[in-house]
């Protein structure tokens, strides 16, 4: 999360657009920015499954990263549009990278539901998990999500964070949580689309291939820089701040 925001912050000063793509060193449970869920999870059985908690700069609810892969986006406002048209671009590209591994994945319309594109969650969603039902604008297969994604402006930059389900473990969220709840959708995975489960340089390569194909031909590999890891060090300690991870 530090290094996301890190890259934010670069984009800002920098006018650069950065997608980067990852998985997760052990199982986390990440809370939206403004996510309602102080008292809202069974911490001690998080611990015994060893899962940990992170809060995310950009908004939304709550998602298990385990079995899934991350990307995230930072752009400078100013080049990616308002809201819903660099929802739309950042779309375009994860439709062709879906399409690459051979996956008719599809956004919902406008009509389907509503506008799930908010990007600070002025509201402040509670436990309801990100992927318990798609919204407008977002990516699905066979009408069940597949990609759950949030986006979070500030001082002329934007990050975007996305998850994409290689394996459905999202209904385990119903048991971590304190409130009862309704059980928990399927959700699309990649698994079940192609069959088999891909790696996730797999996901990466077609998603940098997107880029490549949709946006810029010459885009770069990210280069380490002292300035970025000095950034990402200095922003790392709110991301371990139980005073962040549970202020709502």
């Not at 998602?63 to 100013?78: F, K, M, N, Q």
């Not at 699905?140 to 473990?169: E, N």
């Not at 304190?178 to 990466?204: N, Q």
Request: with cysteine.
């Amino acid at each position: 999360m530090a290094l996301d925001e890190a890259l934010m912050l670069r984009a800002r000063h920098g006018q650069l657009w950065t997608l980067r793509v990852y998985s997760w060193s052990e199982p986390t449970l990440s809370l939206g920015r403004n996510q309602a869920a102080r008292g809202g999870y069974r911490l001690p059985l998080l611990r015994e499954r060893g899962i940990g908690i992170v809060r995310r700069p950009t908004g939304g609810r709550a998602i298990l990263h385990d079995r899934e892969v991350t990307y995230s986006v930072t752009a400078p406002v100013g080049a990616a549009g308002d809201l819903r048209e660099s929802y739309a671009r950042i779309n375009r590209l994860l439709l062709a990278a879906l399409r690459t591994l051979g996956i008719d994945a599809v956004v919902v319309g406008r009509g389907d539901g509503a506008l799930g594109l908010a990007a600070d969650d002025r509201g402040g969603p509670g436990l309801l998990p990100c992927f318990h039902h798609p919204s407008s604008g977002e990516i699905t297969v066979g009408g069940r999500k597949l990609v759950g994604s949030a986006q979070w402006r500030r001082d002329g930059a934007l990050l975007q964070h996305g998850s994409i389900l290689v394996d459905d473990d999202q209904m385990a969220l119903s048991s971590l949580s304190t409130h009862s709840a309704a059980p928990i959708p399927v959700s699309a995975t990649l698994r079940h689309a192609l069959g088999r489960a891909p790696a996730v340089v797999e996901v990466a390569d077609a998603l940098f291939g997107a880029v490549r194909a949709l946006e810029d031909p010459d885009a770069t590999p990210l280069e380490d820089s002292v300035a970025l890891e000095d950034t990402t060090r200095a922003l790392r300690a709110r991301y371990l701040d139980d005073g962040w991870t549970w202020r709502r």
